[in-house]
């Protein structure tokens, strides 16, 4: 925990009410987001129990599986889901836009993207397992599934993925995207409740913060959002209510489970479009454009390998690819790291408590000093800045600064508050600096060793040139019956 953070929840705890941490959203929120929330059976890996899904928050879906040890039940649940699902994700392939790449040829991309908004993490994670448990799916031979299932599962696996991407919004966990812009008085741990987190974030009128909490904690009050169900409506509610529908499979058995789980999930609904609500009120930051342009262009290609017929996603990542997707999270994990600091200042002043950025005056500015001599003189303007914060950067460091795109430093030394930089890139082609590339005497500005510079991607061999270390060229992936057979079955 970072000191900021841990000063925030200190006065969360102080005044009994969430504290932002962040002056702007991070994450992308859609006009028209799909929410989900699953539930899963006690006891069982990958069993869904039910689910309530839609675009309107005054009309959700609620689909049930009255016996979820079943497999024609649980398929059926899978193709009631893909018939909600489906049409919400092809409306976003319909409306495209051509992109002109600089040095390439153009491409086609969705004008936007699906958003699909879960309550927590486990319910990513469970989204993945449902994508894994129908993607290998077969619409023959024995326990046909309908068409749509392994098309869901495919889909399914697709979000999944994609929500490990930092930065990525196309699948979002309610409680991570609340917790990453309000610090409250309990511990992570207990952020991972969603109604507790939204307690504090909004409690009802007159009630602290701290207080909403503590009832959050009755799961009469509130259920779990999922996907585990509390052990108490397990015992007492839901499996006598799955005994009588075995007993006898009718409408009325059906319908008692159905209200039952409606209890469960219609107070979660209230809360993930109340959630919605609340990260939508935020300004957006500068960056977070970019990142959904990202994952529009994600989306176009996994729409593209569908339509050209590629096959369902493998099991398993071979050695090099695993290591590639590995690279890729932790390029991506550094570059999100840099731009919610470049957006954000609040998020920039944990940086300049560690001395990996500066913010401060700037005393005196040399715009037109040079270096070098004849043909290798280059022009290398040089401000002073007076700083109070903890600066620990050495001489030769590269800075970057938020306040202004493509400008680039180096430190020339330290004397004192005052530290000397030599500006090095972000001045123009001429002789002379371009208007507003160096800083003025009297201007605030902040500097940081972070950087969105480009990062080149990491030298892997060929799949083919895989050593027998890590297992030898992998054979080509064909789909097989086998794949639909999972350890929990």
């Known amino acids: 925990m970072s ?55 005054g009309h959700p879906r609620l689909l049930v599986v009255p016996q979820p040890r079943n497999r024609d039940l649980r398929f059926a649940f899978a193709g009631e889901l893909a018939e909600v699902l489906l ?17 390439g040829e153009p491409y086609e991309r969705c004008l ?18 449902l994508g894994r448990s129908t993607r290998f799916r077969r619409v023959d031979g024995p326990h046909p599934v309908h068409p749509s299932v392994p098309l869901l599962g495919r ?10 991407q930092p930065g990525s919004s196309l699948l979002l966990a309610a409680t991570e995207a609340l917790g990453a812009h309000w610090a409250t008085g309990q511990s992570g741990l207990e952020d991972a409740n969603l109604a507790a987190l939204m307690g504090w974030i909004d409690p009802p009128a007159g009630m602290s913060g701290r207080r909403a909490a503590e009832e959050a904690e009755d799961p009469l009050l509130w259920p779990p959002a999922g996907p585990a169900t509390d052990p108490g409506f397990d015992n007492e509610v839901l499996g006598p209510a799955i005994r009588a529908y075995e007993d006898a499979p009718t409408a009325r058995a059906v319908e008692r489970i159905t209200q039952a789980l409606r209890t469960q999930l219609e ?45 369902p996603q493998a099991r398993r990542d071979g050695a090099v690819s695993a290591a590639a997707r590995l690279a890729g999270l932790e390029r991506a994990r550094a570059g999100y790291d840099v731009q919610r600091a470049y957006d954000d200042p609040l998020v920039m002043a944990e940086y300049r408590l560690t001395g990996e950025a500066f913010a401060g005056v700037v005393t005196s500015a040399e715009p037109e000093h040079f270096e070098g001599e004849g043909r290798s003189r280059k022009l290398r303007p040089l401000i002073t800045v007076r700083t109070e914060d903890p600066v620990r950067l050495a001489p030769g460091t590269v800075l970057g600064s938020p306040d202004r795109k493509g400008h680039g430093a180096e430190v020339v030394g330290l004397a004192g508050d005052e530290i000397t930089l030599k500006i090095v890139k972000g001045m123009g082609r001429g002789r002379t600096p371009a208007p507003g590339a160096v800083p003025e005497p009297g201007e605030r500005v902040c500097y940081t060793s972070l950087t969105d510079d480009f990062q080149t991607s990491a030298a892997l061999p060929d799949p083919e040139q895989t050593p027998w270390t890590h297992g030898g060229p992998p054979e080509e992936y064909v789909p097989s019956d086998d794949d639909a057979r999972e350890e929990w079955e």
């Open 112 to 129: 936007d993207a699906p958003q699909i908004v879960v309550p927590n993490r486990p319910a990513v994670a469970f989204t993945g397992l």
């Open 155 to 164: 889909w399914l696996t697709y979000f999944a993925d994609r929500a490990a």
């Open 267 to 311: 107070p979660t609904w209230r809360l993930m479009w109340r959630a919605v609500e609340l990260l939508r009120a935020l300004p957006e930051g500068s960056r977070v454009r970019d990142r959904w342009e990202a994952d529009r262009g994600s989306f176009t290609r996994f729409v593209e390998r569908l339509a050209e017929g590629g096959p």
């Open 87 to 103: 049409p919400y994700i092809e409306s976003f392939q319909k409306a495209t836009e051509t992109v002109e790449k600089k040095g």
């Open 3 to 57: 000191t900021l953070l841990a000063l925030a929840r200190l006065r969360a705890m102080r005044d009994g009410t969430a504290q932002r941490i962040t002056t702007v959203r991070h994450c992308h929120v859609a006009e028209r987001p799909m929410v989900f929330i699953p539930l899963k059976l006690a006891g069982e890996a990958a069993a869904p129990l039910g689910a309530m899904v839609g675009t309107d928050p």
